[in-house]
Structure formats: C-alpha cells, structure tokens
C-alpha cells in the first residue's frame, strides 16, 4: 500500500488567496476604528475556519508490472523506485524506470513500453494522466510519448489523442500540456499531465517510445510514477477553530474538520450507461498555514500524525494552498468512512513587540492624564487584516478600555491611549491583543502610574516681604502610591499675582563680537493648556562705522532647569526679514510657544519687521519629552551663530536663558503675574527641600499666591489632575497690597521746615510689609526724603518725613513712592500750599495790630488825665492881672480835646 502523508498547507479562503506577507511601518499614529469589536481581556479567540482544511485525492498507479515492452535489445531499460510505502517509508519497486542507449548503437525497432490506462471519475472536476520524465538525447536519438483511445472507439479515432517527441536535447517537464490536479498531485515543471476526463468509462493506451540510429549520440531518460488521478480542489474547511497562548509563549491553535469519502465511485459514461470504480489509492490532504508547526492530527481518536508516514509534504502556492503548506495522508485502508479530524498546531505570538512611549520616547513612568503612544509590531502568519485594540489594567486588575479596535495588517503601528484622570497610583499593564482569522498574539508591558505630593501642612515659609527681605519655603514631597519620600524631585517654588493681568519677566545677556542675544523676555510667565507662552528676544549687531553685515541661525533648547537641556531643541535661520541687521542693528523677535500632542511648537516673527512672514517650528523629543499633560517649570536656552558676511569670521554667542516660566494645570491660577521663582533644588532622600524666593518683586500683590512645581528624574510631576477637580500645587496665598493715607499740612511758609506723616495699612495676614518710601517734591530734583519701614501684617504704620518747603510761594505736588512697590509708582499723592508766610501768621498779624492800637489809645488817655490834674491844681493858684494869652497857630486845643 503506498503510504498516505498529511498535506498541511496555509489556505486562505479564496477571497484572500495571492496576498502577500510584507510587513507595513506606520510613523504617524493610527486613528483606531470601531468596526472591530474588542475581545475582552485575557479572553481566547476563535479563529477562521479557513485556517483548516482538508482535500481529497484518488488515484491509481501503474508500475512496470502492468506494462508490456518490446523492441531493440542494444538498449538498457532498469527498475526504479520513485515513491515510498507510506505504512514503513520503504521504497516502492517498479514506480519507474530509465531507458539507456549508449552512442552509434541502433534502437530499430525503437523500445516501447506500453500501458493500457483505465479511466475513470473521481473526487476532483477532472481525471488526468500524470507522469514525470526528464532525459538527455544525444544526436540523430528521440524519445517520445503516445496516448490514445486503445478501443478505437468512435469519440477518438486510430490517431494518438497526444503526441510529443523529444529529439537532440536535454529536457524535463516544465510546463504541462495541461494545468490541472492539485496538490497532492499537481501539474506544474517536472510533471506532465494530460486532460483525460473526456474519456471516462473508457481505457487508454500509454506509449513511451524510443529510438536511436548507429551514429546516434546516446539517450538516457527517466520515466516515473505513471498514474491516473483525480484531484479535489474545493477543500473542506474546519468546523471549529480556536487559539489559545501557551506557556511557552507560543498560539496553539486546534481544528476539527468533518470528512466524509468513498474510493468507489459509480458514473455515467457513453450514452445511458454508469460504470463503476473504486481507486486504488485515496488521499487526504491537510492545509493549513505555513508559520503553523504541525504537532498532531487524530483521525477518530486515532494518531495518523505522527504515526504514518507523509505520502507528501511541503509549501504551496498554489489554490487551494495559497502561501501555506501542506501533508499528505495515505487514507487508503479506510476507503468509506465518515470521519472526526483534530488537528493541534502551533504558530509564534502574532505581537512581536510592544512599547509604551511619551511622543514616541519609551517611558516607564506616567501620570493621570497623559497620552501614552503605544508602539506595537506584529508579524502574524498570514498578513491579512486583523484587530488590535489595547487596554490598560489598573494594579486591581481593572481594566479600562484604551481604544476601539483597529483593522490593520501585521507590521508597526502607532495607537494613542489616555492614562485615566482617576488612575490609581502603582505599577500598571499596557496590553496589546492581535486577533486575526489565523493570529493571535498578546503582549503586556509593566509601568506605573505616578505622582509626587507634599506631606500635607508640611510646606511653611519664614520671612517677609520686600526690600532687604528673603521668603524662605521648606517643604517635604512624598509619592502618591505609596507614601514613600519623593527624593531628587527638582522643585522650584512661583510667586504669582493670581487673577492679575500678565506682565514681563527678563533675563539680561552677555555681548559678543558677532550678533548676540541682549535680552529674553517672557511676557506671560505663567500659562496653560490651549495657551501660548509669549518669548520676547533682542538681537544686536555690535558693529559700528560701518556697520557690518550678518548671516544668522538660532538654536533654541529646553531646559529642565538651568544648564539641564534633555535633546529637546530646534535650529533654524533667522530669516525673518532683519537680515542683515543692519538697518536696525537691534532686531526684536517673538517666538509664540505651545505644548500640544506632537511636543513642542513655535511660531517665530520679527516685530521689528512685522511685514514678513512668520516661521513654524517642532521642537525634537529629545530623551524626555516636554508634554501639555505633566505641568512643569521650564527655561528656554538661546544661541545664536553668525557670520560676517564681510569678513566671512563665525561666532557663536555665549548662551542665553530665559527666565523660568510655569506650565500649570490649575486653572485658579490663570491668569496670573509671574512676580519671581526661586532656584531649582533637588529633595533629599527623605523627600524634604529648603529654598528661598527673591521678596522684593512679591510687594504690591493682591492676591499673592506660592506654589510649586517638581520633576522627578522619571518624569514624574508634581500633583496634576485627578478625575474630581484640578488639583491644587499652591500652599500658601496672602494679600501684599499696602493701602496708604497721609497727613500733609493745608500749607507752609517758604523755607520752612516742614514734617508730614505717611501712613502705611497692611493688607497681610501673614506676611511683614518692607519697602523704602521716598518723598517727592515736585520742582525739585533728588529725593526730598527717604524712610524704610516695615509694616507687621494687617498693622497700620505712620512714617515721618522731613524736608524744607520750597523758597517760591505755590502748589507743589508731594509724591510717595517705593522702588520696591510697582516699580517705583506712586504711592500716594498730594498736594502742598506754599506761601510767604504761613497761614498760621496770616491770621496772628490781625491780632497784634489790634493790640497795639488799644495799648495807643490807653496812652492816650492815660495822657489826658494827667493834663485835667494839673488845670485843676493852676484854679487853685491866684490869677495873674495880665490878660491870657492867644493859642499859637496850628496848635490845638487840648480842652477841647479833651472834651471831646
């Protein structure tokens, strides 16, 4: 009995049969479609009933034993064994044979071997005639088959229904007279087969004939495996099929196939006649795909694979094996026999790899509300469509749905998953599931899911506020999932003027002999998702007489904190119509900043050349991403590089960093003033930090809020968002507003030494008040007077101011400001009536003239008493005998004065 071998073979249902395995790379990331539905974590797929199929083949082989030879003795014809008992893999005798005729010997007349075929139906649309044969014919030699109608019945007449004679060549089968059968009996190069279906019911002669003249060159040719077959090529396919991954990583796959056959067979032939046949061969071949590894068929609970012997394996190519391979059985023993087929398969995980990425960096760590872009390749057995879907599993194994699923093929895709608002801290699984019809694969990768918190109460400050004054903060940090301390967490602390229009913070650069950067200025400090960061900076030209000519390129990088660049950076020309810089020789330029999905993003203009067009940038990744979901503090890092284009010298200038800016998640804080931020320190091992904040820019505030932003060397931020509210990163608000009143005389004399008071309310709780207050004279230049003051928090303070009023009667406006309060606005002001002399002696002088005016008129009369005494006293005397004398002219009359 010839022994039968399993035909595995990949089989693709014929809609999908000829697609090729190539993997595709996908950079930009996918969006994921919900025409596939999820498989539920940790469930086992079904797979294609495809993936397993089974095909039958008949036939019947003739060996030297049935033929008959004649012919010229001078040739050799030898048995050969061309095919293998498949019960114990010994070969079969007599399957073939090879014809020699040595050189100058004569074939006359030519050898023939001849075989009367029976022909009749079978399983597949046709019978065929299959044989192989190959040779060498050397000159004036031939070899040549016939098959014909050996009857001579009336459909074919004495003509040979083929023909074909090979002469002086050495040849093989490559293409076949006729394209039929199918594994495992195909027609294609070394197999010559013949369309006989035609001719069932009927038998046909086989002619293998040969010849040589006595000057022929010699011939050797080889004949074998002389059948009549019959070939299905409509398989049978599973009726189950399910895929489960082992624990070795591998997918074992098991198929259950229903078969049911017979090797006779009854057929209508001629006119109103059947004949009847049973095969002497019957074969069943199984189809699966090529990447599957074959462990077992059972054919009613009975082994065949491995216990029999492959009547043929192999890869095909070919429908119904289409990129597949396949085993051939020899079923031969059990010609009837309805049938329960299991076959055990294995193929490789379909998910080859699988990386969780920030902006396509891998990262371990993550926090609440972050976009995970998860990298995953797959290379499945067949390279058909299939579903992929993640899901993130919490460290309760909750699961929480990442995507819906997506059709793509096997190869490298990029898919976006958000870390949930309300996810719990600790270590977390990505998984990734490829379902196809015949894939399966599944890969988990571990990271955490993280943030850093302070100890609650433990953040405090000492100090106050203002000029000659520090506020220094401690605080210690702890990690949210387990309590444990936050060591070397870079935390920098932000005093803001919280719901204050934004306002300008500056650093100052140094110069250099080639185009430098004099200044960076960030105009809002403190900004937000969906906001932009506006950055402010000045290149000069130091050249002058005359003034030289420069090309240019920027190079901008992020900063952590000072010095600490992460890759993150981007580098263009300054093309942004200044160039030359020479007309102005000081070119301010506006870069407008977002954080957004793709990183970082820049729009560049000149605001000294507003007519020209702006430049769109994209930051690189660098090694740790900058992200719009993690709030982080932040420095950007300028330099600039020209070239003289007279000269054709190159310098770079010395770097330039912004001042640091806040990137806050808290909406409470938007907007907000950027007032001043301390150094970034690093926590200690057990989570705490000391730092200090420069007090004097913090006077003046409304609503003065700290608060602090950390990263850890993991990425890992402090506090962000949970899925209630925006968590709060401020620890400490306070009012630094002082409101101020003053005592001011209504005027005063010219020259006059003149003191007023000022007095200063806190409108602290918690904070003491510092600033220096000068005193304004209008008309006058330099400070009229100078106090500094501390005022205790919600304390009014009176201050004293002394100076000499001005020597020119007028208004004059009296002015008190502080360089530590606004920036030198004014305080208060007021004004001061200055005359020659002071109001005081204007109303004392109406006195004394009225004082002076009664002591006359007490004299006066104090006189005419005196004159009355002594008249009186002159009666007394005796009277003089003269006459009395006249009044002189002009003199008046004191009698009458006093009279009167």
């Known amino acids: ?84 008992n498949t019960v114990d893999g010994s070969a079969i005798p007599g399957t073939g044979f090879k014809y020699a005729v040595l050189a100058n010997k004569t074939v006359v007349p030519p050898q023939t071997v001849n075989w009367t075929l029976t022909i009749p139906r079978g399983v597949g649309a046709t019978t065929y005639v299959r044989f192989d044969w190959n040779g060498t014919l050397g000159p004036r030699t031939s070899a040549r088959y016939l098959l014909y109608n050996g009857t001579g019945s009336s459909i074919v007449g004495p003509t040979p229904f083929v023909k074909v004679i090979k002469a002086n060549q050495t040849f093989t089968v490559e293409t076949p007279l006729n394209s039929t059968g199918g594994i495992p009996l195909p027609c294609g190069t070394g197999h010559e087969c013949v369309d006989v279906s035609r001719f069932a019911g009927y038998n046909m002669t086989l002619i293998f004939m040969f010849n040589s003249t006595s000057t022929g060159g010699g011939l050797n040719v080889r004949v074998s495996n002389v059948e009549v077959a019959s070939t299905e090529t409509n398989p049978t396919n599973s009726a189950s099929h399910s895929m489960e991954l082992n624990s070795s990583n591998e997918v074992a796959h098991k198929g259950r196939l229903s078969l049911s056959y017979n090797a006779t067979v009854t057929f209508p032939y001629d006119t109103n006649k059947n004949r009847t046949h049973t095969w002497k061969q019957m074969l069943t071949t199984f189809v699966m795909p090529a990447a599957y590894v074959l462990d077992s068929i059972t054919f009613n609970g009975t082994s065949i694979v491995p216990a029999l012997y492959p009547f043929d394996q192999g890869n095909c190519n070919t429908p119904p094996c289409t990129n597949g391979k396949f085993v051939s059985i020899n079923m031969t023993a059990t010609r009837t026999r309805p049938a329960v087929v299991l076959v055990n398969a294995r193929s490789a995980n379909a998910i080859t790899n699988l990386i969780p990425t920030v902006l396509g960096v891998p990262t371990t760590h993550y926090v609440p509300g972050d976009l995970m872009t998860v990298r995953m390749t797959s290379s499945p057995a067949v390279n058909v469509s299939a579903s992929q879907q993640l899901v993130l599993v919490d460290p ?270 808290d909406s409470d804080l938007i907007p907000s003033r950027l007032l001043a931020s301390s150094p970034t320190v690093p926590t200690a091992s057990d989570g705490a930090f000391s730092t200090s904040i420069s007090s004097t820019s913090l006077l003046g505030a409304k609503n003065l809020v700290l608060f602090a932003l950390g990263r850890d060397a993991d990425g890992v931020t402090l506090l962000g968002t949970n899925a209630q509210k925006i968590q709060k990163t401020s620890f400490f608000s306070d009012s630094s507003l002082i409101i101020p009143s003053a005592d001011i005389p209504s005027d005063v004399a010219t020259r006059q030494t003149v003191t007023v008071s000022l007095n200063l309310k806190s409108n602290s709780t918690y904070l003491p008040l510092t600033l220096t ?103 007394e005397k005796p009277k003089s005998t003269g006459k009395p004398q006249k009044p002189q002219s002009g003199q008046q009359n004191t009698k009458s004065l006093t009279r009167s």
């Open 1 to 84: 009995m010839i022994r039968a071998s399993v035909c595995v073979a990949i089989i693709l249902a014929s809609m999908l049969s000829g697609l090729p395995f190539s993997p595709i790379d996908h950079s930009t990331p996918m969006s994921l479609s919900s025409s596939y539905n999820p498989l539920p974590y940790g469930s086992d797929p079904n797979g294609t009933l495809y993936a397993f199929n089974a095909t039958l083949a008949q036939f019947d082989l003739y060996n030297l034993t049935s033929a008959t030879m004649s012919g010229s003795s001078n040739g050799t014809l030898t048995p050969t064994s061309a095919m293998s």
């Open 396 to 665: 309760n194994g909750m699961v929480f749905p990442g995507s819906a699923s997506s059709s793509n093929k096997g190869g490298t895709y990029l898919y976006n998953v958000t870390v949930p608002l309300s996810a719990k801290p600790g270590s977390w699984l990505v998984n990734g599931t490829f379902i196809g019809g015949y894939d399966f694969g599944t890969m988990s990768k571990s990271f955490t899911v993280e943030q850093v918190q302070p100890i609650p109460g433990s953040f405090t400050t000492n100090g106050g506020v203002g000029s000659g004054t520090g506020l220094s903060i401690r605080g210690t940090l702890v990690y949210k999932s387990s309590s444990q301390p936050a060591g070397n967490v870079n935390a920098t602390i932000f005093a803001v003027d919280s719901g204050a229009s934004p306002g300008p913070v500056t650093s100052q650069g140094l110069k250099s002999s080639g185009l430098y950067i004099n200044n960076v200025t960030l105009a809002n400090g403190v900004f937000t998702v969906s906001q932009s960061l506006t950055m402010f900076f000045a290149v000069v030209n130091p050249t002058t007489q005359p003034v030289q000519p420069f090309n240019a390129t920027v190079t901008i990088e992020h900063e952590w904190y000072t010095s600490q660049t992460h890759g993150v950076s981007t580098t263009f020309n300054l093309t942004l119509g200044d160039q030359p810089f020479t007309n102005p020789t000081t070119a301010i330029c506006r870069a407008d900043i977002t954080l957004g999905q793709e990183g970082i993003q820049l729009q560049v203009r000149s605001v000294t050349s507003p007519s020209s067009p702006p430049v769109t940038l994209t930051m690189s990744n660098g090694i740790s991403p900058v992200t719009s979901t993690r709030q982080h503090s932040g420095k950007f890092r300028i330099t600039i590089t020209s070239t003289n284009k007279a000269s054709g010298s190159t310098t770079t200038s010395p770097p330039i960093e912004s001042p640091a800016y806040a990137f806050t998640l």
């Open 773 to 875: 207050v000068n005193l304004y004279l209008s008309g006058s230049s330099g400070v009229a007077s100078s106090q500094t003051v501390t005022v205790p928090a919600g304390s009014t303070k009176p201050v004293s101011f002394t100076f000499q009023a001005p020597g020119t009667a007028g208004a004059y406006l009296l002015t008190f400001a502080s360089p530590d309060y606004f920036s030198g606005a004014p305080l208060l002001t007021k004004t001061l009536q200055v005359s020659v002399l002071s109001s005081n002696l204007q109303i004392l002088i109406p006195a004394l003239i009225g004082l002076v005016v009664a002591l006359v008129i007490l004299g006066y009369y104090a006189m005419k008493r005196g004159s009355r005494v002594a008249e009186e006293e002159e009666e």
